[in-house]
């Protein structure tokens, strides 16, 4: 039995579907039968490390066989939805590879995700498993997914790593070595969703993308080809593997791919991170614009560590400061490439070779020929020259929708199928852009992009306020924090921990509280009556900044 996902899914259309399979950017195939090649052709090449844990490609591709197996064997069927969150270690990249061998389509979500988000994507997904870590930096992973499975019909399993109980499926059992090899499982066909990555979205809480086997493998090899990645690569994942960015691009998937090796560490913490790189002799490593500074500034400090192996630093996520741009190289010995991607598509890059100035001052251009991208007036008319726009975009890896959507799909996608990033950029001369702003209602915390609107419906439903709106908060190290102005009901009382302690209890992913509170009397409203966030963001630029970097 299958279970296709057709319902939700918006294709791309005929003409573009057959044109990205002429020009060979869409192989047709399944991102598993695409791995499971390279490793057949590596098969004693190290494939992944964690910690003391180190595999072959025989022995990956043997484990994520088995698991597949196992898997099936629980129930599951192709097109079933698992819910995957799992920290850095070998037990994500088994089970994703399990999960793209056998067709059980994985939901990517973040270690910081809790309650609220977790139970909404179980739902809009209707997945039958959740697969968490039992304990993770004080966690109870476990405990919260039993609590989902208890009042979710359809979340039937729950796959524990490092210690299951109750009833769990134990994934690292899951995972282990097979006594004797498993079945090849039947492929997937490469136009099937692979999997499900999150919007870091404006609205509420998070959107699903999905990601077919074709698109996605083409997202990592092209990416890994921009990034010069071959058969030598040692990539570091550094920023959790289940973000796009370190899962492919080129990230885990494209060092696969490549027949490189790929080593998990749980936290980009620059102590770890440079022993990690030297013992390895890592080569390639992505990282946000405040872990690449903490990076540089542990260098500054005299820390010491072999980093002669490293050839890239990616950053991205965020838009990096010139400035710290130019003092990656001089100071961490490798050549910077920024990425300016988003989980809805679109990769754009700095090239290997490109100029210093381009290397430090834009964000790159397209990485394939097929990337269509335009900047334009609020009206849809293009900008002149050297103007800043809204960035427009489509292509051979940028889906035509959001799953299960239509009403943000309507908002989000013009009619004939661009989507609307919300980022303001300008492109030079030579084709690269530059990001100068954001035409879109969130908030960018080092990389972890928070709805505003997400806030806001929190402020309301935990505090006695009646008015709320959340806005970034310029910041020295993360680029933005988030700042929520919020108007108290008479008589109400409010302050800073009282409500991030009651958005904690609601179940909020801790990057998403509020770091400063400002209660005011009213909020300014523009001439027609509108919550004017434009005055608001530059109150809370004046603002002082607070607390330290976490960089968890
Ligand atoms: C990456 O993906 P998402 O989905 O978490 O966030 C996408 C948004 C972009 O629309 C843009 O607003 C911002 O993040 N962004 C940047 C940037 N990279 C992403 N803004 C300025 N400069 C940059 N270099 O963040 C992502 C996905 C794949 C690869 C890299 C980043």
């Known amino acids: 039995m299958v279970r296709p996902i057709t319902d939700g899914f918006v294709p791309w259309s005929q003409e573009e579907s057959e044109r990205y399979r002429r020009e060979g950017w869409w192989a047709g195939r399944s991102l598993g039968d695409e791995l499971w090649d390279v490793a057949a052709r590596r098969s004693e090449h190290p494939a992944l490390v964690d910690g003391d844990l180190r595999l072959t490609y025989a022995e990956l591709t043997a484990r994520a066989d088995a698991a597949a197996g196992r898997l099936l064997g629980l129930g599951l069927v192709p097109g079933d939805r698992l819910l995957v969150q799992l920290p850095n270690t070998w037990h994500f990249v088994v089970l994703s590879l399990a999960c793209l061998r056998s067709g059980v389509v994985p939901i990517m979500a973040l270690p910081a995700h809790r309650e609220l988000e977790l139970a909404h994507l179980a739902q809009l997904s209707e997945a039958r498993g959740i697969a968490v870590p039992s304990l993770w930096r004080g966690f109870d992973h476990h405990g919260l997914a039993r609590k989902l499975a208890d009042s979710l019909p359809d979340l039937e399993h729950v ?49 699903l993308i999905s990601r077919t086997h074709q698109d996605y493998a ?21 920023l959790p593997a289940s973000h796009n960015f370190a899962l492919a691009c080129p990230g885990v998937i494209g060092t696969l791919l490549c027949g490189g090796t790929v080593v998990m560490l ?37 820390a010491d560590g ?7 630093l990616q950053v991205g996520g965020a838009r990096i400061a010139d400035e710290l741009a130019q003092r990656v190289s001089p100071l961490l010995g490798c050549t910077l490439q920024q990425v300016f991607g988003m989980a809805e598509g679109l990769i754009n890059m700095t090239r290997l070779d490109d100029p210093p100035d381009v290397i430090c001052s834009t964000q790159g251009r397209p990485m394939s020929p097929g990337d269509e991208v335009r900047l334009v007036e609020v009206d849809g008319r293009a900008v002149g020259p050297d103007q800043a726009g809204l960035l427009l975009t489509r292509g051979p890896y940028t889906p035509r929708g959001y799953y ?17 990033s919300g980022d303001v950029c300008r492109m030079t001369p030579e084709g690269n852009l530059v990001v100068e702003g954001r035409d879109k209602d969130l908030i960018n915390r080092g990389g972890e992009k928070v709805s505003a609107e997400a806030v806001e419906n929190l402020a309301y439903q935990v505090a006695d306020v009646r008015e709320a709106a959340a806005v970034a908060m310029p910041d020295p190290v993360l680029g933005e924090r988030v700042c929520l102005f ?30 400063r509170l400002e209660l005011c009397d009213e909020l300014p409203k523009t001439k027609v009556g509108k919550l004017d966030k434009k005055a608001l963001r530059e109150r809370a630029a004046l603002l002082a900044a607070p607390g330290e970097l976490s960089l968890r």
């Open 159 to 207: 796959l524990v790593a490092g210690g299951a109980r109750d009833g769990s499926v134990d994934l690292d059992e899951l995972c282990a070595a097979p006594e004797v090899p498993a079945p090849e499982p039947a492929s997937p066909g490469g136009g099937e969703i692979a999997l499900f990555l999150l919007s870091g979205g404006t609205t509420g809480l998070p959107k």
């Open 218 to 238: 083409y997202n990592a090899r092209c990416s890994a080809a921009a990034s010069g990645m071959s058969g030598d690569t040692v990539y570091l994942a550094a």
């Open 266 to 302: 749980a936290s980009p913490e620059p102590s770890g991170a440079f022993a990690a790189i030297a013992r390895e002799h890592v080569t390639h490593t992505a990282v946000v614009p405040a872990v690449a500074q903490r990076w540089m500034e542990h260098r500054e400090q005299g």
């Open 306 to 312: 072999d980093l002669s192996s490293l050839e890239v």
């Open 404 to 420: 299960r959507a239509d009403e943000q799909n309507a908002r989000a996608f013009t009619a004939d199928g661009w989507y609307r």
């Open 486 to 515: 919020a108007v108290l009901r008479p008589h109400a009382t409010l302050d800073l921990p009282s409500l991030r302690a009651r958005m904690t209890e609601a179940g909020v992913a801790a990057y998403m509280l509020p770091e």
